[in-house]
């Protein structure tokens, strides 16, 4: 099923708030998860349609290195807190998020130079065990070797990354299953690119292959496979990717893609995602007068 996702944004007079609305919309007519929406710089409320459900968040800063907010969500009537904070030489970040109703912390993670380490508590029974997952890196042979860790999958990867302007090569190892994975990037030149990734231990492979035209900035051509879908690809893209919907030219943006299953060809499907923007100019009281 083609479905297609709407979003509309206005702000309203002088500056008091911006209205939102996004819903998703099928060939046939039918209009899926319509959500309202209003916010201003430190306040936001989302309002759903067919949940009837409304969420709240209210914002502060504390000092100039920690943020807090408050998020709310009326129909169930649970809260949170969030907290972020930042060192004044941006080296170290940390990130927490409090239950307000069940007294415990959902999430945190603690970012410094060498690595991060991130704090999860799904459960609700603050007496559970928590997941903790942490890596550090450090520099070695000319690269980068990176341990991570999980304490609840008991399990840990070893990696080392040497990259270059032209080369990238990442091997890798998880423990204890001593399963090993390769990554390959070669960048021919500034227009033909090939990334490659093996996993050895499950016999699982991807290609992607990116060609950018030299006479044609605003085209990126990309074709692929996939050895466990079993699924073909290709791909363009028109328009600057790194220009959001709110620099996005009067031509907007669009990304073709075809993909095709390797044991039945008659199956292939084409998708297509556009993105477009309107400017709407309202005339101003003083223009009426």
């Known amino acids: 099923m083609n479905v297609f996702t709407n979003k509309l944004s206005g702000w309203l ?28 710089k430190d306040f936001t409320a989302d309002y759903s349609l067919v949940d009837k459900a409304a969420f709240l968040t209210a914002s502060t800063n504390i000092g100039k290195q920690l943020r807090v907010t408050y998020e709310h969500d009326v129909k169930s009537k649970e809260g949170s807190i969030v907290a972020r904070a930042v060192s004044k030489d941006d080296k170290f970040k940390a990130h927490a998020v409090f ?53 609840t999958t008991k399990t840990a990867k070893l990696k080392y990354t040497y990259k270059d302007e032209n080369l990238t090569i990442s091997p890798a190892i998880e423990l204890p299953s001593q399963a090993l994975s390769l990554r390959f990037k070669r960048q021919f030149n500034p227009y033909h690119k090939l990334s490659f990734f093996y996993d050895l231990h499950n016999v699982y492979w991807q290609a992607v292959y990116k060609h950018k035209p030299q006479t044609q900035n605003n085209f990126v051509y990309k074709a692929g496979y996939d050895s466990e879908s079993k699924i073909a690809w290709a791909a363009v893209w028109a328009g600057k990717p790194a220009d959001g919907a709110r620099h996005a030219g009067p031509l907007g943006k669009w990304q073709l893609m075809i993909q095709v299953p390797r044991e039945d060809v008659s199956k292939a499907v084409l998708l297509v995602k556009v993105k477009k923007r309107w400017d709407f100019e309202l005339p101003s009281a003083s223009a009426k007068s």
């Not at 500056?15 to 209003?38: E, N, V, W």
């Open 99 to 151: 239950s307000v109703n069940h007294n415990v912390m959902k999430r945190g993670s603690l970012r410094f130079p060498n690595g991060e380490v991130e704090y999860l508590h799904d459960s609700e029974d603050p007496d559970d065990v928590p997941g903790v997952r942490g890596f550090i890196g450090f520099p070695a042979l000319n690269g980068l070797f990176l341990a991570e860790g999980h304490n």
């Open 13 to 40: 007079a002088k500056g008091l708030g911006k209205l939102k609305a996004s819903f998703q919309a099928t060939p046939d007519g039918r209009i899926i998860a319509p959500i309202l929406g209003i916010s201003r």
